[in-house]
């Protein structure tokens, strides 16, 4: 007999989301070279300057979303033992981890509101869990 677990909460996803964003960074910083190397420092024109920023944004959409595609949990929810599954416990597809990611955008936009609304959502779900058919499940402790 299997007990469930219950939802991971808000300080809970933070943690995660923290130690995802400290690597994020240090990868969005590596995966920057080129670009400082290529400008020289010089202040880019605007095209430059936005080719850059969907640069970025790509290598964020696809250290989440491959993480997600392939076992659900990126190396924060690893490390907090959670795991993103869809609703219906299927596998999360590149359509549904892009959905997610997408609305998690929106959920930050809005001041972080789509974030806290596990506050408030019966089931600890966010904006971006409830959009885009997923949740964030809390895995048990390792037996050693």
Known sequence: MTSELPPPGFLRRL???FYDGLLLLALLMM???PYVWLTGGAKPGLLVKTLYQLYLLAICFFYYTGFWVRGGQTLGLRTWRMKLTRNDGGPITWAIASKRFAWAWLSLLCLGLGFLW???DRN???WHDRLSGTKL???PKRRT
Request: charge should be positive; aromatic fraction near 20%; charged fraction near 5%.
């Open 31 to 33: 995966l920057s070279y």
């Open 15 to 17: 943690g995660a989301m």
């Open 137 to 139: 499940i809390q895995l």
């Open 124 to 126: 600890k779900l966010a």
């Open 118 to 120: 596990v506050f408030y």
